[in-house]
């Protein structure tokens, strides 16, 4: 298995700008989770999705900020617009509920101009 | 709620043992524990579910202590590859959210 592949790595934007990540989860998984990492807040769990469906958003900061599961193999978080405050490496996890040993992916470091 | 680790920094020089402590306010149904190194994403270590249980994982173990809602990870005789920041994260049920600690940044030195 390929494990969680997101994209893009990197991503430069300038403040007002429209981003979107992606995920792709571990082929038989069926919870995915999105978590910001920052210096200063550390791991923050922003959303988790269970069969598609999401089950907690509340770390989701602000209306600026979205996330879809279309389907079993594909999530994407959208900010806009942009932020500095946004700058930050953003991860998707993937698991096999209800036992959440997550497998992350290699995230998307965000930086707001 | 966030479960709070300590210490929040170590250095060690290579053979040395290590602590790394975690804490949570409410009860807990499980521990995990993730290592993540410099410009990487974190990987999955351990599980430990309530009932006290020890486990393994080479020269690294942990334990978690469900009425004091501690788990703490004991690192034996580090090694340079034991480099890194390591996480602790609680979750309160079966299939409920993961939130992580602040994390621990554990240094081995030659």
């Known amino acids: 298995d390929a494990g969680v592949i997101q994209s893009p790595r990197h991503e430069v934007t300038e403040m007002g700008q429209e981003v979107t990540l992606r995920c792709k989860p571990i082929s038989g998984h069926n919870s995915l989770f999105w978590y910001r990492q920052t210096m200063m807040r550390g791991l923050e769990l922003l959303i988790y999705?269970?069969?598609?469906?999401?089950?907690?958003d509340s770390g989701m900061p602000e209306d600026r900020f979205s996330a879809k599961m279309p389907n079993a193999s594909f999530s994407t978080l959208k900010i806009q617009p942009s932020e500095p405050r946004d700058s930050a490496v953003y991860f998707c996890a993937s698991s096999l509920a209800p036992a959440n040993v997550l497998t992350f992916g290699a995230g998307s470091r965000l930086t707001v101009l | 709620q966030q479960p709070v680790q300590s210490p929040q920094a170590v250095i060690l020089r290579e053979g040395e043992d290590a602590v790394i402590n975690c804490s949570s306010s409410?009860?807990?149904?499980?521990v995990h524990w993730y290592r993540q190194k410099h410009g990487e994403a974190p990987v999955f270590l351990m599980i430990l579910l309530k009932g006290g249980e020890q486990k393994g994982h080479e020269k690294i173990s942990a334990s978690f202590n469900e009425k004091k809602q501690q788990s703490s990870l004991y690192l034996t005789a580090s090694q340079l590859s034991y480099s890194g920041t390591y996480f602790c994260?609680?979750?309160?049920?079966?299939?409920?959210?993961?939130?992580f600690g602040g994390g621990t940044r554990l240094m081995v030195k030659p």
């Open positions: 994260g609680t979750e309160r049920g079966a299939g409920n959210m993961l939130t």
């Open positions: 999705f269970n069969n598609n469906v999401p089950i907690d």
């Open positions: 409410k009860a807990l149904y499980s």
